[in-house]
């Protein structure tokens, strides 16, 4: 790794070292559907970082990926990610009966299929943003692929007896996701077995992600979520996590400025995107999922933030070799950044946070763990930090020695509690009644 490219990923393309679990746990199946873009990119790290295969080497356990566009550009990297890890399977001796893997790529029709649409609406290209109400529409004109395609994935959920949590991933700012992850969670939710539980996963856009940060449609989406949230009928019924992706974005972004910045910026967001969902990804897979299961139980009903707050960066602000000292000062700057890139308002206060930090041996964890513990306590417990609020903490050693970061969990949010929903709401506001119109579904 060059010290010279400050934007040189982290090598999260490659599986982790493996080690040998310190206690066995019981299977937990893990299944994913993922919308648009950002769905894209989780159901590719649940297929590339490693996990999965590992999980299908235990008797009884099954996965299931279901991926789901307006167009095939963002299909095509998690199809061979996909191709590759069957081969992989194979290779060690595992049946690849367990594992199903199945993409759809819906086509923008011809205007008239779409009805009747607000006076001077243009149809976007595949791969351009889709307003909420024509991707909805897309969605509804595909219907006979569509629950073919859940149809199958059910099937194969139902194949095990293991109990499963099934992940339903989209960005919220997007059209395409936000706009149909709602009712595909409902639809979803008939076809499959008691054993299994849907959790929604929404990421919040970055200020990095141009004209989708703090867009109209995110709005509609955060309104959406939190409606289903509360209803009878909720389809999110293991739980629905906001992620935040803010911090990774300044830590990456912060004292780069080298190369075209029109690429930079293309770069900055990929890396970002999948160093997020790969954080995500990891967490959820990690010790038979038993941290996903305990994080999820305090925020039935609401949303729970998972922010995943980066702290260093290879290359960026401070370099390999460089005093310690100005080491520990970068730390103590980007972990008392949580709050103002957490996503949440200042308002917010919860009963539990759970906090995963990620670091080298070199990187002073208890250091990193207590800093994170006195600004999470006094931001967001009740009672601050003498309250009675129950805090934990876990660390875990990363494979890159120059990165270091931590997965803040906190469950409890409402609409109201995210910064970037009145944020949102304003974008909506300035929209005209025909623009309104497209972006609510």
């Given amino acids: 790794m060059s010290d010279d490219n400050p934007l040189e990923p982290e090598p999260a393309l490659e599986p982790a070292p493996r080690r040998a679990p310190a206690k066995v746990h019981a299977p937990h199946n893990i299944h994913a559907i993922g919308i648009g873009r950002t769905g894209a990119a989780y159901i590719e790290a649940l297929i590339r970082t490693g996990e999965i295969e590992d999980l299908l080497a235990?008797?009884?356990?099954?996965?299931?990926?279901?991926?789901?566009?307006i167009g095939d550009d963002d299909l095509l990297v998690p199809g061979d990610y996909a191709r590759s890890l069957k081969a992989r399977l194979r290779s060690r001796g595992i049946s690849t009966d367990g594992?199903?893997?199945?993409?759809?790529?819906?086509?923008?029709?011809?205007?008239?299929?779409?009805?009747?649409?607000?006076k001077g609406t243009m149809l976007p290209k595949a791969g351009e943003h889709i307003p909420r109400a024509i991707a909805k529409a897309i969605f509804a004109l595909n219907a006979e692929a569509g629950e073919g395609a859940l149809q199958h994935f059910a099937d194969h959920v139902k194949g095990s007896d293991v109990p499963s949590t099934v992940f339903l991933a989209y960005g919220l700012a997007g059209g395409t996701g936000s706009g149909i992850a709602v009712d595909l969670a409902q639809r979803l939710k008939a076809k499959l077995p008691a054993s299994a539980q849907v959790v929604g996963v929404g990421q919040l856009a970055h200020s990095g992600d141009g004209n989708y940060f703090n867009s109209a449609a995110?709005?509609?989406?955060?309104?959406?979520?939190d409606a289903a949230l509360q209803s009878s009928t909720n389809p999110f019924g293991g739980g629905f996590f906001v992620v935040a992706s803010e911090q990774s974005w300044q830590r990456l972004s912060a004292y780069t400025s080298t190369g075209l910045k029109e690429v930079r910026q293309r770069f900055k967001q990929m890396v970002t995107n999948r160093f997020v969902a790969d954080s995500f990804m990891r967490f959820a897979m990690s010790d038979g999922s038993e941290h996903l299961l305990r994080a999820l139980q305090p925020g039935r009903g609401k949303c729970t933030l998972f922010d995943v707050a980066k702290l260093t960066h290879p290359g960026v602000q401070v370099l390999p070799g460089e005093a310690g000292s100005k080491w520990d000062a970068v730390l103590q700057q980007w972990i008392g950044f949580v709050p103002k890139y957490s996503g949440l308002r200042d308002s917010f206060?919860?009963?539990?946070?759970?906090?995963?930090?990620?670091?080298?041996?070199?990187?002073?964890t208890d250091m990193i763990d207590a800093s994170l513990k006195e600004v999470i306590?006094?931001?967001?417990?009740?009672?601050?930090?003498?309250?009675k609020a129950s805090y934990l903490s876990f660390h875990n050693e990363f494979f890159d020695v120059l990165t270091a970061y931590g997965n803040v969990?906190?469950?409890?949010?409402?609409k109201d509690d995210f910064a970037a929903y009145p944020a949102s709401k304003a974008s909506f506001d300035k929209l005209d009644a025909a623009g309104r119109l497209l972006e609510q579904a």
């Avoid at 199903?100 to 009805?115: I, K, N, R, T």
């Avoid at 995110?218 to 979520?225: M, T």
């Avoid at 306590?377 to 309250?387: I, T």
């Fill in 218 to 225: 995110q709005y509609q989406a955060i309104d959406a979520v």
């Fill in 409 to 414: 969990i906190l469950p409890g949010a409402l």
């Fill in 349 to 364: 206060r919860t009963d539990y946070a759970e906090v995963h930090v990620h670091a080298s041996h070199d990187m002073q």
């Fill in 58 to 69: 235990t008797p009884g356990t099954r996965f299931a990926a279901l991926l789901i566009d």
């Fill in 377 to 387: 306590a006094s931001h967001y417990l009740n009672g601050g930090k003498g309250g």
């Fill in 99 to 118: 594992f199903h893997y199945e993409s759809l790529a819906l086509a923008v029709p011809d205007p008239a299929a779409l009805g009747k649409l607000p």
